[in-house]
T-cell receptor
Framework: ELKVEQNPLFLSMQEGKNYTIYCNYS?????LYWYRQDPGKSLESLFV?????AVKQEGRLMASLDTKARLSTLHITAAVHDLSATYFC???????????FGKGTKLSVIP | KAGVTQTPRYLIKTRGQQVTLSCSPI?????VSWYQQTPGQGLQFLFE???????NKGNFPGRFSGRQFSNSRSEMNVSTLELGDSALYLC?????????????FGPGTRLLVL
């Protein structure tokens, strides 16, 4: 059974600081996704990482994938309040079209 | 391009009733997936359809069923509702011509079972 673990689950950080969210998964996969969810809203796609060593950046967010370590990271640079949200990683199980999600990291950026 | 739409947005039902939720994917997308989101269990996969065929099913009881129509629109049905079925039900669509394409989520249907 594929398991996806995110840590931390809660993150409170000051504006301007850097931090990293970690996503570990338990079985082989080379398809990893990051989503953002604002309170009461749906999921917004941030990144799709398709191969080992993939790195993608959008604004203050950068995501990377290490398929050998079964680890993805979402790095936040110089956080701003607008980044406050819950961030989910999700893994596509090998041979299937089913996304398995982590429990999410609730990020609060404090002025 | 219009996004994924889901109807209704909110529903209140009582135990034992049944409910049907609808999802219209982004134009041209042929894959539709359904997920249940609850505070306790998080996001859990229900099922995925492509060209009217169910390709994957999650670990949910048979009370949860779905179907996809020839225009790619999808419906899910929950029969004999239980209190624990209260959740946000999210539909996602993807062109999914290959496995790596993004799934785009709709706004969700919030179901409350009393």
């Amino acid at each position: 059974e594929l398991k996806v673990e995110q840590n931390p689950l809660f993150l409170s950080m000051q504006e301007g600081k850097n931090y990293t969210i970690y996503c570990n998964y338990s079985t082989t996969s080379d398809r990893l996704y990051w989503y953002r969810q604002d309170p009461g809203k749906s999921l917004e796609s941030l990144f799709v990482l398709l191969s080992n060593g993939a790195v993608k950046q959008e604004g203050r967010l950068m995501a990377s994938l290490d398929t050998k370590a079964r680890l993805s990271t979402l790095h936040i640079t110089a956080a701003v309040h607008d980044l406050s949200a819950t961030y989910f990683c999700a893994v596509l199980r090998a041979g299937s079209y089913q996304l398995t999600f982590g429990k999410g990291t609730k990020l609060s950026v404090i002025p | 391009k219009a996004g994924v739409t889901q109807t209704p947005r909110y529903l209140i039902k009582t135990r034992g009733q049944q409910v049907t939720l609808s999802c219209s994917p982004i134009s041209g997308h042929r894959s539709v997936s359904w997920y249940q989101q609850t505070p306790g269990q998080g996001l859990q996969f229900l099922f995925e359809y492509f060209s009217e065929t169910q390709r994957n099913k999650g670990n949910f009881p048979g009370r949860f069923s779905g179907r996809q129509f020839s225009n790619s629109r999808s419906e899910m049905n929950v029969s004999t509702l239980e209190l624990g079925d209260s959740a946000l039900y999210l539909c996602a669509s993807s062109p999914l011509t290959s496995r790596g394409e993004t799934q785009y989520f709709g706004p969700g249907t919030r179901l409350l079972v009393l």
